[in-house]
């Protein structure tokens, strides 16, 4: 399994960014994707998860501003992040598992696959 991020980088307040997570090594159309957030001195924070059937499931913190998304012939998983604040500033990161699901999806220690992050840093 790999997983690779990209997309992040510097926005002021307002502003949008699209994080990528690139997936290899599994049945990317047969599974559950999830993002997962880390703020500096702060645990890590599940922020939406892509079931298989497409279903998408958000964090209050981000709801109505995120859009997560999948495009299963590229193998990628996305995330749309509008009216950045700066309490999102944090290293974002996609991860997968398939013993995951349900209400676990929501358990960030759960997951036994991990990218190595893409830093999203919002000034306001």
């Known amino acids: 399994v790999q997983l690779v991020e990209s997309g992040g980088g510097s926005v002021q307040a307002g502003g949008s960014l699209r994080l990528s997570c690139a997936a290899s090594?599994?049945?990317?159309?047969?599974?559950?994707m999830t993002w997962v957030r880390q703020a500096p001195g702060k645990t890590l924070e599940w922020v939406s998860t892509v079931n298989s059937g497409g279903s998408r499931y958000y964090a209050d913190s981000v709801k109505g501003r995120f859009t997560a998304s999948q495009d299963n012939a590229k193998n990628t998983l996305y995330l749309q992040m509008n009216s950045l604040k700066p309490e999102d500033t944090a290293m974002y990161y996609c991860?997968?598992?398939?013993?995951?699901?349900?209400?676990?999806?929501?358990?960030?220690?759960?997951?036994?696959?991990w990218g190595q992050g893409t830093q999203v840093t919002v000034s306001s």
């Open positions: 090594g599994f049945t990317f159309s047969s599974s559950a």
């Open positions: 991860a997968t598992d398939p013993y995951v699901y349900g209400s676990r999806w929501l358990q960030p220690n759960q997951y036994n696959y």
